[in-house]
């Protein structure tokens, strides 16, 4: 299986028998899902979307290490994430974390990235951007109120910023 779609799957609480060939894991909605089996290593995922999983019992750290392919994360609305370090992410293209209130710092972005999307993240205090985003054409920080480190400065020249 290459391929996994699930959506609004609220009776869903467990999701264990992951394929180490997969490449799309969209759970979007399924917001009673408290345990995903990441102790197999997802060598070919590029695409997972996590949205509203806010009761997902699985830390950020182990989302990087078991996906190093990862081309795009979605964590929308994880209100319980305080901070996200990318340090091993890089092929990420695409990083939407809108509505996930409770995330202070975001740290090593990769250069490839294309689209960042942190709108409502009233708590986001500091973007550690340890590299130029010279490829970033999108960024959105709308409602980031205590936002205290501007995008680099290779990043405002060359993407809309909201």
Do not use: F, H
Not at 60 to 66: D, G, I, K, N
Not at 71 to 93: A, I, M, T, Y
């Amino acid at each position: 299986m290459q391929k996994l779609y699930l959506k609004n799957c609220t009776s869903l609480t467990a999701l264990s028998c992951l394929s180490t060939s997969l490449q799309i894991l969209w759970l979007n909605g399924s917001c009673n899902v408290e345990r995903l089996n990441l102790n197999v290593s997802l060598p070919n995922l590029q695409k997972l979307c996590l949205r509203g999983c806010t009761k997902l019992k699985v830390s950020p750290e182990a989302l990087v290490t078991s996906a190093p392919s990862l081309r795009v994360l979605n964590l929308c609305g994880w209100s319980s994430l305080k901070s996200l370090d990318c340090e091993g992410l890089s092929c990420l293209q695409e990083l939407y974390l809108n509505r996930c209130t409770a995330l202070t710092t975001l740290s090593c972005l990769s250069t490839s990235l294309q689209i960042l999307i942190l709108y409502g993240c009233c708590n986001l205090e500091r973007l550690n951007l340890n590299v130029s985003l010279s490829n970033l054409q999108k960024l959105s920080l709308s409602g980031c109120k205590r936002l205290k480190t501007p995008p680099a400065a290779g990043a405002r020249g060359r993407c809309a910023i909201q």
